[in-house]
Antibody, heavy 119, light 110 residues
Framework: QLQLQESGPGLVKPSETLSLTCSIS??????????WAWLRQPPGEGLEWIGS???????YYNSLLGSRVTISADMSKNQLSLKLNSVTAADTAVYYC???????????WGQGTQVVVSS | QSVLTQPPSMSAAPGQKVTISCSGS????????VSWYQKLPGRAPKLIIY???KRPSGISDRFSGSKSGTSATLGITGLQTGDEADYFC???????????FGPGAKVTVL
C-alpha cells in the first residue's frame, strides 16, 4: 500500500530556503504515467498546488510561485524533494506531497508537515 | 482569490442531504474533469470523487458528483456526523496552466 511521508524543519526564517522531503513507500517514484506533487494549505485558507514532477523527472510549477520553487527526486532513495527559496510569512502552511495521474485527481496524499516562517 | 467558487459553509441534520456547488469557467471546469476532496481537521485531504462522477474504491455511494458546463456539484446523502469536514473541488486551469482548487465548503451536521 502506498504511503507518503513528508519531513523537514518546522520553522524557517524569512528569506531563507524551505526544504522538504517526501519519502515514498509501497510504490516507485518512477511509476509510469504518474506524477508526484507538492501542495500546501495556509492556515484558514484553501489548497494550493505548488508543482508536479513526472516519472521521467519533467517538472511543471505553479507560476504564481515564480522561480522560487524546485522539485526534484532522489531515485535511489525513492524520495521527492521540495525547495522553496526566499520564503516569507505567506509561505507558512501545511505542506503535502501527493500522487496523481495526468488527470487532476490527487489520489494519494501524505499526512502533511507544518512549516512556519518566522524569525 | 480562487478561480473556483464554493459556498463557504453548509449544514443539515443527520440523515439529510447536502449539495455543494463549485463554479468556474471555460478555462477550468468547462474544459476538464473535476475532482472532490474531503478534508477532516488535522488529516490529509482524501479524494472522494474523480473525473466528475467516479468514486475511488472504498468511498461510500452516499457521495456523488456531477458536472454541467462550468459548474460541478458534490452530493452527500444520509448525512452522518463523520461527514463533518471541509470539501474542496479541484481541476486543471488551462489559462493559468495550474491545478486549481475551490476555497472549500465546510459541512456541519446539526
Amino acid at each position: 500500500q502506498l504511503q507518503l511521508q513528508e519531513s523537514g524543519p518546522g520553522l524557517v526564517k524569512p528569506s531563507e530556503t524551505l526544504s522538504l522531503t517526501c519519502s515514498i513507500s509501497g510504490d516507485s517514484i518512477i511509476s509510469p504515467n504518474y506524477y508526484w506533487a507538492w501542495l500546501r494549505q495556509p492556515p484558514g485558507e484553501g489548497l494550493e498546488w505548488i508543482g508536479s514532477m513526472y516519472y521521467n523527472e519533467d517538472t511543471y510549477y505553479n507560476s504564481l510561485l515564480g522561480s522560487r520553487v524546485t522539485i526534484s527526486a532522489d531515485m535511489s532513495k525513492n524520495q521527492l524533494s521540495l525547495k522553496l527559496n526566499s520564503v516569507t510569512a505567506a509561505d507558512t502552511a501545511v505542506y503535502y506531497c501527493a500522487k496523481h495521474p495526468q488527470a487532476p485527481n490527487f489520489e494519494s496524499w501524505g499526512q502533511g508537515t507544518q512549516v512556519v516562517v518566522s524569525s | 482569490q480562487s478561480v473556483l467558487t464554493q459556498p463557504p459553509s453548509m449544514s443539515a441534520a443527520p440523515g439529510q442531504k447536502v449539495t455543494i456547488s463549485c463554479s468556474g469557467s471555460n478555462f477550468n471546469i468547462g474544459s476538464n474533469t473535476v475532482s472532490w476532496y474531503q478534508k477532516l481537521p488535522g488529516r490529509a485531504p482524501k479524494l472522494i470523487i474523480y473525473e466528475n462522477d467516479k468514486r475511488p474504491s472504498g468511498i461510500s455511494d452516499r457521495f456523488s458528483g456531477s458536472k454541467s458546463g462550468t459548474s460541478a456539484t458534490l452530493g452527500i446523502t444520509g448525512l452522518q456526523t463523520g461527514d463533518e469536514a471541509d470539501y474542496f473541488c479541484g481541476t486543471w486551469d488551462y489559462s493559468l496552466r495550474a491545478h486549481v482548487f475551490g476555497p472549500g465548503a465546510k459541512v456541519t451536521v446539526l
